[in-house]
């Protein structure tokens, strides 16, 4: 009988570690939206490089492409 509560004890674990890593991925997410620096966020997450951080999480930060091209277009066609 001891056997299906350790099965259920291990999908308590495993559901908590789900949640751990839907929070993470949130807090990565909302945090490079925001415009926080991805080596920062990487930093934050514990990954070894930068390069990792925006492997995974590069689907957060489309919008940066084109707030990037804007600011470029600023500066290179600003009026003097």
Do not use: N, W
């Amino acid at each position: 009988m001891g056997r299906p509560h350790r099965q259920a004890e291990g999908h308590r674990e495993a559901a908590g570690c789900h949640r751990f890593r839907c929070l993470r991925h949130t807090h990565a997410t909302l945090a490079l939206q925001a415009g926080i620096h991805p080596k920062v966020v990487s930093e934050r997450l514990g990954h070894a490089t930068v390069s990792i951080t925006l492997d995974t999480y590069s689907h957060a930060i489309p919008a940066m492409q084109e707030a990037a091209a804007a600011l470029i277009a600023g500066l290179v066609f600003a009026e003097h």
